[in-house]
Antibody, heavy 121, light 107 residues
Framework: QVQLVESGGGVVQPGRSLRLSCAASGFTFSSYAMHWVRQAPGKGLEWVAIISYDGSNKYYSDSVMGRFTISRDNSKNTLYLQMNSLRIEDTANYYC??????????????WGQGTLVTVSS | DIQMTQSPPSLSASVGDRVTITCRASQGVRNDLAWYQQKPGEAPKRLMYAASSLQSGVPSRFSGSGSGTEFTLTISSLQPEDFATYYCLQHNSHPFTFGGGTKVEIK
């Protein structure tokens, strides 16, 4: 079955960097686009970024554009989110999710359990 | 960016009630609309896609409708396991945007 396992979360100071990983299994990772979605404590869902199946297309939310970079290594079945210049408002549970297709306009059909990022001084 | 306005933000209902949740898009999104259910401490789960297509394994008491700018999620007879928060998502254009959520609570 599809399994997505996020890692890399933790406590980090404002302005610092963190890289999240998402290990995928149970499906042909290289055939699917992938998303990152976040949820601040007690708040709603916020879409963060998407990367196409081959990494050639990437899109970001306005709130992370220029600070976060989504990438993937299809040889390792792993999705990444490099987060730079972190802000207190980036504190959230970060989910990776599989897109229901290979391109850049598909919604999420399967989700990981999330990894918590806390930005605090 | 497309804004998704979801209503109501919360509702109280009883087991067996019919429940309707609405999402309005600030501009047309065709039928590029999905609905998700999230229970406390869990990841979201997709219920509907393409506005009205039921995700495999989801009970048939859930249904979706709409196209363009107005969408609804209906639960025909609320069950105890349906108490959760529901979100719509438009994926017609970037950046994708979620509605603010509707928390369905027990009356």
């Amino acid at each position: 079955q599809v399994q997505l396992v996020e890692s890399g979360g933790g406590v980090v100071q404002p302005g610092r960097s963190l890289r999240l990983s998402c290990a995928a299994s149970g499906f042909t990772f290289s055939s699917y686009a992938m998303h990152w979605v976040r949820q601040a404590p007690g708040k709603g869902l916020e879409w963060v970024a998407i990367i196409s199946y081959d990494g050639s297309n990437k899109y970001y939310s306005d709130s992370v554009m220029g600070r976060f970079t989504i990438s993937r290594d299809n040889s390792k079945n792993t999705l990444y989110l490099q987060m730079n210049s972190l802000r207190i408002e980036d504190t959230a549970n970060y989910y990776c999710a599989r897109a229901d297709g290979s391109g850049s306009y598909y919604n999420m059909d399967c989700w990981g359990q999330g990894t918590l990022v806390t930005v605090s001084s | 960016d497309i804004q998704m306005t979801q209503s109501p933000p919360s509702l109280s209902a009883s087991v067996g009630d019919r429940v309707t949740i609405t999402c309005r898009a600030s501009q047309g999104v065709r039928n590029d609309l999905a609905w998700y259910q999230q229970k406390p401490g869990e990841a979201p789960k997709r219920l509907m896609y393409a506005a009205s297509s039921l995700q495999s394994g989801v009970p048939s008491r859930f249904s979706g409708s709409g196209s363009g700018t107005e969408f609804t999620l209906t639960i025909s007879s609320l069950q105890p396991e349906d108490f959760a928060t529901y979100y719509c998502l438009q994926h017609n254009s970037h950046p994708f945007t979620f509605g603010g959520g509707t928390k369905v609570e027990i009356k």
